[in-house]
Nanobody
């Protein structure tokens, strides 16, 4: 079965950096698409970044130029490298995987059938 286990959350000050990890249970190469979502208090869950099996990626406008999504196939892991963090980046972050489909035109929550447990990122002023 597919299991996604997250790590790397924490608290930083404005302008700091964090890297989130999402460890797949050996199925990374079988996934067409992997993504990061986040949900802030009182807000809807939003797509942050997405990467397909060829390594092509797309990002939400709010994180372009600051966040990078990447994969390490040998480690069966996906990462979200977050730089220049802002208080508005504070949220619970979730990794997700889609075995069959990847639309780089949009990050759509309903497309993803596998989800990590979520990890808290807090950015203080």
């Amino acid at each position: 079965q597919v299991q996604l286990v997250q790590s790397g959350g924490g608290s930083v000050q404005t302008g700091g950096s964090l890297t989130l990890s999402c460890a797949d249970s050996g199925y990374l190469l079988s996934m067409s698409c992997m993504a990061w979502f986040r949900q802030a208090p009182g807000k809807e869950r939003e797509g942050v970044a997405q990467i397909d099996s060829a390594g092509r990626a797309n990002y939400a406008d709010s994180v372009k130029g600051r966040f990078t999504i990447s994969k390490d196939n040998a480690k069966n892991s996906m990462y979200l490298i977050m730089n220049s963090l802002k208080p508005e980046d504070t949220a619970i972050y979730y990794c997700a995987a889609n075995r069959w489909f990847c639309d780089l035109g949009r990050i759509t929550e309903a497309d993803f059938e596998y989800w990590g447990q979520g990890t808290q990122v807090t950015v203080s002023s």
